[in-house]
């Protein structure tokens, strides 16, 4: 969690310098349905959602999208 975070802290701060940007993280589909046996991983995937969310909602009116791709 802590370099998803950070690599998008960094790449995006010259986003918002350059006034316009995407950025694309990696989840999982499971983060939306749940899982067995697998809570480990899932938390650290809806980390990945909630760094996505958090900057999403700073930066968006800044013309800076950050999405995931929930690969299942």
Do not use: D, P
């Amino acid at each position: 969690m802590n370099s998803v975070f950070l690599v998008t802290q960094r790449v995006g701060r010259e986003m918002v310098k350059n006034g316009e940007g995407k950025v694309v993280n990696m989840g999982w589909v499971v983060w939306f349905e749940g899982g067995v046996f697998v809570r480990g991983y899932r938390g650290s995937k809806e980390g990945v959602g909630g760094v996505r969310k958090g900057f999403g909602n700073e930066w968006g009116n800044q013309h800076i999208e950050v999405n995931a791709i929930g690969a299942g």
